[in-house]
């Protein structure tokens, strides 16, 4: 019943359904090699596990890759716009060959799917592995289980309301009123269902965005017709922006039930002013993938430039504003300049739960978390200005501040390091990583390593931006104040050549080139330099 529904798309899950297989599998699975897999790469599986890569049931060899560029063809001759492929780096992979069995795993060793070799090559650095998989079990999704469902047990769930026409919105952003006023006007107008699909997936030690995304999704929800309208998540690894992804997307959509697809509406327009008859063609649907979708069995809907019609309070399709109405458009970067800042979103814009959630997942700068990263040479003033900072900060209250103090580090951290290039990047990218998680759970963390390496300096701003604010502040105090200052008599040793590699003397200090904020400390007061780091921070919205 179900799969005649959606022939020739809709597959079944791979043996997950018997529970004697199953054991097997696992069983057989304990004298195999195996392989990791990332959660790219488990998404992949995921989709071809559960059957919303029907028909496809495995990884593809290098001559169905082949035809599937070439002709856009499986084997049995059935469409398939792009390879899907399972490529490694390891090395072992070089002696596997086909016909042997491969263990599929996910990143802690839990046995997903075993893989049936039937080609593998070599591709640059990676290997590629092709096969068809029986899966086991399903890569473990402990969060938002109610949420989750298998295309064929959403199209169990569509046959038992009676739904057969239902519109697919796969989305990897938050939905505001635009799209939502289009999706219920396409599901109006279509006489169909709605199915909300944000995509999921990320790796769980970077706190992947996605948590936000679903929660703004189950606020959004109670604004549909519960009667018309499910949401689900689907496990797809991030999609290309091209027609063939799109079109993969839409073999997707038919495999979970849907007929439609709404393609485009990520993103709000760019540019605060909206002018009339612009170019379109962004929005459109390139016909000939509209065309192959249809074959599929998928209609695919074009999202439209949308602006806000203010006499008549309502989102349109730029094309249908009436002549000379007051048109309003926010661009996707104001709206998330906005966010960072804390500024007000319009009401028109969004709605109030959706904002609420999304200021929970991205506070204002001043709730974010940030990282002062002081570096200079040895005696500049790196340790003294960073305790004073904290104390400030400290004062103010309301936020948890860390330092970490070079001795500290060396001491907890790194007290196993010495002074080569080599040990102290190992030590500042220690210093990076604990001020990274430190500013992602929203505190505030002071360090103050010589850290005389650009690119290290470089790397850690990287690391710590992804999560939250990064100040750096070079303190510029010149080698002879700090040699004058010597208060370890570090520098008069390392003159007399008693420390080998010491910073500034025999050994580089790479200067910062953007530093946030740079101080010379020579004839400055402690307190005026704090003064200056403190405003700054206010000046970048981290304070208030
Ligand atoms: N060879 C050499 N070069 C530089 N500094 C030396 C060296 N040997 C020991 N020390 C003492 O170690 C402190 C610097 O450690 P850091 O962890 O900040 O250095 S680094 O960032 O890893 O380069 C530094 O402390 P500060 O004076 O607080 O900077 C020195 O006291
Ligand atoms: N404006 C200033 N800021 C920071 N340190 C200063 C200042 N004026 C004088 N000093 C002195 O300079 C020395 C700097 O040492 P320290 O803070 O340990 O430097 P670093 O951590 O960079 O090696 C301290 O003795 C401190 O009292």
């Given at each position: 019943?179900?799969?005649?529904?959606?022939?020739p798309?809709?597959g079944?899950?791979?043996?997950?359904?018997d529970?004697e297989?199953?054991e097997a599998?696992?069983?057989?699975?304990?004298?195999?090699p195996?392989?990791?897999?990332d959660?790219q790469?488990?998404?992949?599986?995921e989709?071809?596990?559960t059957?919303?890569?029907s028909?496809l049931?495995?990884?593809m060899?290098?001559?169905?890759?082949?035809?599937v560029e070439?002709?856009?063809?499986?084997?049995?001759?059935?469409?398939w716009?792009s390879?899907i492929t399972?490529?490694?780096?390891?090395?072992a992979l070089?002696?596997r060959r086909?016909?042997?069995?491969l263990?599929?795993?996910?990143g802690?060793g839990y046995m997903?799917?075993i893989?049936?070799?039937?080609?593998?090559?070599?591709?640059?650095?990676r290997?590629?592995?092709a096969g068809?998989?029986?899966?086991?079990?399903?890569?473990p999704?402990?969060?938002?289980?109610?949420l989750r469902?298998?295309p064929?047990?959403?199209r169990?769930l569509?046959v038992?309301?009676g739904?057969?026409?239902?519109?697919?919105?796969?989305?990897?952003?938050?939905m505001?009123?635009?799209?939502?006023?289009f999706?219920?006007?396409s599901a109006i107008e279509?006489?169909a269902?709605l199915l909300?699909?944000?995509?999921?997936?990320?790796?769980?030690?970077?706190?992947p965005?996605y948590?936000?995304l679903?929660r703004?999704f189950l606020?959004i929800?109670?604004?549909?017709?519960?009667?018309?309208?499910?949401?689900?998540?689907l496990?797809a690894?991030?999609?290309?922006?091209?027609?063939?992804a799109l079109?993969?997307r839409?073999?997707?959509a038919?495999?979970?039930g849907?007929?439609?697809?709404?393609?485009?509406?990520?993103?709000q327009p760019?540019?605060g002013?909206?002018?009339?008859?612009?170019?379109?063609?962004q929005n459109?649907?390139?016909p000939s993938v509209?065309?192959r979708a249809?074959?599929?069995?998928?209609?695919?809907?074009?999202?439209?430039?949308?602006?806000y019609?203010?006499?008549?309070?309502?989102h349109l399709?730029e094309?249908?504003?009436?002549?000379?109405?007051r048109?309003?458009?926010l661009?996707?970067?104001?709206?998330?300049r906005?966010?960072?800042?804390g500024?007000k979103?319009?009401?028109?814009?969004?709605?109030?739960e959706?904002?609420?959630?999304?200021h929970?997942q991205t506070?204002?700068r001043?709730?974010?978390?940030?990282?002062?990263f002081?570096?200079?040479?040895s005696g500049?003033g790196?340790?003294?200005?960073?305790?004073?900072?904290a104390?400030?900060?400290m004062?103010?209250?309301g936020?948890c501040?860390?330092l970490l103090?070079?001795?500290i580090?060396?001491?907890?951290l790194s007290?196993?390091?010495?002074?080569s290039?080599?040990h102290?990047?190992?030590?500042?990218?220690?210093?990076?990583f604990?001020?990274?998680?430190?500013?992602?759970n929203?505190?505030?963390?002071i360090?103050?390593?010589?850290?005389p390496y650009?690119?290290?300096r470089r790397?850690?701003?990287?690391m710590?931006?992804?999560?939250g604010?990064?100040?750096?502040?070079h303190v510029?105090?010149?080698?002879?104040?700090?040699?004058s200052r010597d208060r370890?008599g570090l520098y008069a040793?390392a003159?007399?050549g008693l420390i080998?590699?010491?910073?500034g003397?025999?050994?580089?200090?790479?200067v910062?080139?953007?530093?946030?904020?740079?101080?010379?400390?020579?004839?400055l007061?402690?307190d005026?330099?704090?003064q200056?780091i403190?405003l700054?921070?206010?000046?970048?919205?981290?304070?208030r």
């Amino acid at each position: 019943m179900v799969n005649q529904l959606i022939e020739p798309y809709g597959g079944t899950l791979v043996n997950l359904i018997d529970p004697e297989k199953r054991e097997a599998l696992k069983h057989e699975a304990l004298s195999l090699p195996s392989l990791d897999l990332d959660w790219q790469q488990q998404c992949e599986l995921e989709m071809l596990m559960t059957g919303a890569y029907s028909p496809l049931t495995g990884f593809m060899t290098r001559a169905q890759c082949a035809r599937v560029e070439s002709a856009q063809q499986l084997d049995d001759g059935s469409f398939w716009p792009s390879p899907i492929t399972l490529t490694s780096r390891d090395r072992a992979l070089a002696d596997r060959r086909p016909g042997e069995r491969l263990a599929l795993r996910d990143g802690e060793g839990y046995m997903l799917a075993i893989l049936t070799l039937s080609d593998v090559w070599k591709d640059g650095e990676r290997w590629h592995l092709a096969g068809e998989v029986e899966g086991a079990a399903l890569p473990p999704h402990p969060d938002f289980v109610s949420l989750r469902a298998t295309p064929a047990e959403l199209r169990a769930l569509f046959v038992r309301r009676g739904w057969r026409r239902i519109i697919a919105w796969q989305a990897r952003q938050p939905m505001h009123r635009a799209q939502y006023e289009f999706c219920l006007k396409s599901a109006i107008e279509n006489e169909a269902n709605l199915l909300l699909h944000p995509q999921v997936g990320g790796d769980i030690t970077e706190a992947p965005a996605y948590f936000g995304l679903v929660r703004s999704f189950l606020a959004i929800r109670d604004r549909f017709p519960a009667a018309t309208t499910q949401l689900s998540l689907l496990p797809a690894p991030p999609p290309e922006a091209s027609g063939r992804a799109l079109l993969l997307r839409a073999i997707v959509a038919r495999n979970f039930g849907c007929s439609l697809l709404i393609a485009g509406g990520e993103h709000q327009p760019d540019g605060g002013d909206c002018r009339r008859g612009e170019d379109l063609t962004q929005n459109r649907v390139d016909p000939s993938v509209a065309e192959r979708a249809e074959k599929i069995g998928v209609r695919l809907i074009a999202y439209p430039r949308m602006v806000y019609v203010e006499d008549r309070a309502e989102h349109l399709p730029e094309a249908e504003a009436p002549q000379g109405a007051r048109l309003l458009t926010l661009s996707g970067e104001e709206f998330q300049r906005r966010m960072r800042a804390g500024l007000k979103i319009p009401e028109w814009y969004s709605f109030p739960e959706v904002l609420a959630e999304l200021h929970r997942q991205t506070p204002p700068r001043e709730r974010q978390g940030f990282t002062v990263f002081f570096t200079g040479l040895s005696g500049a003033g790196k340790s003294t200005l960073a305790r004073a900072l904290a104390a400030r900060l400290m004062e103010m209250g309301g936020r948890c501040v860390t330092l970490l103090d070079g001795d500290i580090v060396r001491r907890h951290l790194s007290s196993e390091l010495g002074f080569s290039k080599a040990h102290r990047d190992v030590n500042v990218r220690r210093i990076g990583f604990v001020a990274s998680e430190i500013t992602k759970n929203r505190g505030i963390a002071i360090c103050a390593p010589i850290a005389p390496y650009r690119q290290t300096r470089r790397d850690v701003r990287a690391m710590i931006e992804a999560v939250g604010g990064f100040v750096e502040i070079h303190v510029a105090t010149p080698i002879e104040t700090c040699e004058s200052r010597d208060r370890k008599g570090l520098y008069a040793k390392a003159r007399a050549g008693l420390i080998p590699e010491f910073t500034g003397v025999s050994d580089p200090y790479e200067v910062p080139e953007t530093p946030e904020l740079a101080i010379d400390t020579t004839g400055l007061a402690i307190d005026e330099a704090v003064q200056q780091i403190l405003l700054k921070l206010e000046h970048e919205g981290y304070l208030r």
